[in-house]
């Protein structure tokens, strides 16, 4: 979280927000954040958790969200079955974003923030992709079966934050 950088007003996507691991520090950073969450339950949980905070909560699948419509920043871990899908989506023609922190499979990881791969080839020209921390499995409960890494994307020719 403290890697990404999220200032005071920036509108942050946390996908994938779960109970709002992520969703309270971006609170705390000051970020206008919109909890993306697809279970009626967790989503729930959190418009109750954030109900007076400036958190929007929607109920959503990944692959269905629009996108803002002005610059915005995604600090996300997401589910890992839909982290192409996800990727694809937030690169796609016309998307406002201008940075990324996901924590993904650190194998997803390897493959898009090498340069030389095809994932990474496409999208090298618009964002700078690499490689954030890594997180072990026991970093998260319950551990995952495969390590994780976080996917650092920035968009080219803007200051970093």
Do not use: C
Request: aromatic share 4%; charged share 25%.
């Amino acid at each position: 979280m403290d890697a990404a950088g999220v200032r005071p007003g920036e509108l942050v996507l946390d996908v994938g927000a779960g109970l709002g691991a992520l969703t309270a520090p971006l609170v705390r950073a000051g970020a206008q954040v919109v909890a993306v969450e697809l279970h009626p339950g967790r989503a729930d949980r959190l418009r109750r958790r954030f109900a007076d905070s400036p958190v929007t909560v929607v109920r959503a699948d990944a692959g269905d969200l629009r996108l803002p419509n002005r610059p915005f920043r995604v600090v996300s871990s997401p589910p890992y079955g839909i982290s192409t899908a996800l990727l694809k989506r937030l690169l796609a023609p016309g998307s406002r974003l201008v940075s990324a922190d996901l924590v993904l499979q650190r194998q997803v990881v390897n493959r898009w923030a090498n340069q030389d791969a095809p994932a990474a080839a496409r999208w090298s020209r618009y964002y700078d992709l690499s490689i954030g921390i890594r997180l072990p499995r026991k970093a998260f409960t319950p551990p995952p079966h495969v390590d994780s890494a976080v996917l650092v994307l920035r968009k080219r020719g803007r200051t970093k934050p």
